[in-house]
Structure formats: C-alpha cells, structure tokens
C-alpha cells in the first residue's frame, strides 16, 4: 500500500463544466475526508465518510458538490457547473477511526497528494 | 462553528534560532493535531495530543497541550533548514457527533534563513 492516492494531480476546467475527481484511500482505513485549500489557508473541510456512509457535509458546500464512497473504499468528488471561485486543491486524506466500549480512537490523517483545480 | 486560529502566521527565523507557534481553538477540544507541509507539497501528520496539560517531544520538537484543552503549541529548537514549511495545528471539537473531524488553523509560514 503506497498510501492514499488522488487522481488527476492536476485539472484545468472552462467555468460551467462538470469535474470528477477520485481518491483511493489507505485500504485499512476506514474514514476518507475531503478537503480544499487555497493559497494560504489551512484545508477547509468539506464533508467524510465512515467506510460507505456520507457521516456529515460541510454548510458552507453549495448543492453543486457531491461526493460519494460506493463501496466503502475509493471516494469521487463532482463538482457541477464549475465557477471560478472552486478553484483551489483538493485533499483527500484517509484515517483509522475505532469503535471499541463506546469510546473512539481517532488516528492521524494520511493526506493525498491532492487535486489542483483551475476554472478558467 | 469551531474555530481554530494560529500565530503568528509568519515567522521568518535565523538557522539555529528557537519558534514557536500558538494554536487557539474557540471550542473545547477532545485532541489536538499538528502536521507540516512542505512548499508544494501536503499536511503529514506530526503528532496527537489527548491529555490535558499533555507535553510530548519528538527530537528537537516540543508540542503541549493547555489545561482547558483549548489551545496548543509547537516549539522547535535550534532550527534547522530542514524545519522550512507550513505548520498547522487542527482540533477535533470535544462533544457533538462529529468525533473526529480536524477543523484546521490556518497554519504558521516558517521560513529558515541559513
């Protein structure tokens, strides 16, 4: 396992066109998150999944974002109608979140290399 | 919502010199996260902290953790050129349902003049 994968490394997009982007987490892990950061800024979260099941979507995520995890392992991120204000890069980061006696183990994030998105 | 705020938000150093940086969150947290980003490159994760009042080290690295468990800090030693990145602290918020979600700072720029 060569740790968590994000493809395309780069994408350049006309405003209004639809974009996909893929992660291919850690396979022992059972959390995937997706992030965006611009230049400057700390990752925003944007919305996670405990292995198939969507767990909580960030407010501030217009209707045009969805993200989805089939099968609980990859993850795909769309972006609809792209505008030039999504442009930034998108992280994908994968974890190990255990149950065990009603407490919770929260491990460190592994982060992909991220998506960089530019909307011309 | 929780927020997390870092400063400085740039520190530009003399090799050899100390830094610290200071993580504010306005939420009680249940752990706290630091990871560093190269130029170019992503977060990698550095260290938890858990414990109120945690103190742990990793070489010439010293991260605490408050006693409210609302805000951190991370101080480097004798830096080194090597040390050159972001630092970001992030904090999963105490309570809520969201257990295990990172709200990120927005990271301290350190640059190492040789």
Same mark, same amino acid.
């Given at each position: ?7 395309? !490394? ?11 982007? !893929?992660? *291919?987490?850690? =396979?022992?892990?059972?959390?995937? #998150? ?13 919305? #996670? ?5 969507? &767990?909580?979507?960030?407010?501030? &995520? =217009? *209707?045009? $974002? ?19 204000? *999504?442009?930034?890069? #998108?992280?994908?980061? =994968?974890? &190990?979140? &255990? ?11 592994? $982060?992909? =290399? ?7 | 919502?929780? %927020? ?9 150093? %003399? ?17 706290? +996260?630091?990871?560093? +980003? ?25 991260? +605490? ?14 830096? +080194?050129?090597?040390?050159? /990145? ?9 309570? /809520? ?9 927005? /990271? ?7």
């Amino acid at each position: 396992d060569t740790g968590v994968s994000q493809d395309p !490394r780069h994408k350049i997009t006309k405003r209004g066109q639809n974009v996909t982007f !893929r992660c *291919d987490p850690i =396979s022992e892990h059972n959390r995937l #998150y997706w992030y965006r950061q611009t230049l400057g800024q700390g990752p925003e979260f944007l919305t #996670y999944f405990q292995n198939e099941a969507q &767990l909580e979507k960030s407010r501030l &995520l =217009s *209707d045009r $974002f969805s993200a989805e995890r089939p099968k609980g392992s990859f993850s795909t991120l769309e972006i609809q109608r792209t505008e030039q204000g *999504d442009s930034a890069m #998108y992280l994908c980061a =994968s974890s &190990l979140n &255990l149950h065990a006696r009603q407490r919770s183990t929260v491990y460190g994030y592994t $982060f992909g =290399s991220g998506t960089r998105l530019t909307v011309v | 919502g929780q %927020q997390v705020m870092q400063i400085p938000q740039y520190q530009h150093v %003399q090799e050899g010199e100390d830094f610290t940086t200071y993580c504010n969150s306005s939420t009680t947290l249940s752990n706290i +996260q630091w990871y560093k +980003q190269r130029p170019g490159g992503h977060p990698v994760f550095l260290i938890q902290l858990v414990k109120s009042g945690e103190v742990k080290k990793q070489k010439r690295l010293t991260f +605490q953790f408050g006693e409210a468990k609302k805000n951190s800090s991370l101080h480097i030693t004798a830096t +080194q050129t090597t040390d050159v /990145g972001t630092y970001f602290c992030a904090g999963v918020n105490a309570g /809520g349902t969201s257990y295990g979600k990172l709200t990120f700072g927005q /990271g301290t720029i350190l640059t190492v003049h040789p």
